[in-house]
């Protein structure tokens, strides 16, 4: 059975960066397609990073393109994210998650970006932007 561990939140200044961990155990991320999520309170749950199982292509919803980015290491056991130039928006309780495994060529292509696709979930880590 996958489980997702998330690490690396903390608090920073405006204009700082982080960058969250998310490492896999009891399977490898060879066969899904992976994403980062965020809950700030009273807020409903937002994907902000996603890579496909295929070719790990990668999209960004506006509010964070070219800010963050996701990527994953070449064992497919940890999945980072990369965020620049935080904001105070950007404060929130960060998710990984993972769909998958994949089960076809055409399944492995699909860049998932609702919260509903994903089956598998990490706890979550705290991302505070403050001064």
């Known amino acids: 059975q996958l489980q997702l561990v998330e690490s690396g939140g903390g608090l920073v200044q405006p204009g700082g960066s982080l960058r969250l961990s998310c490492e896999a155990s009891?399977?490898?991320?060879?066969?899904?397609?992976v994403g980062w999520f965020r809950q700030a309170p009273g807020k409903e749950r937002e994907g902000v990073s996603f890579?496909?199982?295929?070719?790990?292509?990668?999209y960004y919803p506006d509010p964070v393109k070219g800010r963050f980015a996701i990527s994953r290491d070449n064992a497919k056991t940890t999945v980072y994210l990369q965020m620049n130039n935080l904001e105070p928006e950007d404060t929130a309780v960060y998710y990984c998650?993972?769909?998958?495994?994949?089960?076809?060529?055409?399944?492995?292509?699909?860049?998932?970006?609702?919260?509903?696709?994903?089956?598998?979930w990490g706890q979550g880590t705290q991302v505070t932007v403050s001064s």
């Open positions: 009891g399977s490898t991320l060879d066969n899904y397609a």
């Open positions: 890579l496909s199982s295929r070719d790990d292509s990668a």
């Open positions: 998650a993972a769909r998958g495994p994949t089960t076809s060529v055409l399944d492995s292509m699909i860049v998932p970006t609702s919260a509903e696709e994903y089956n598998h």
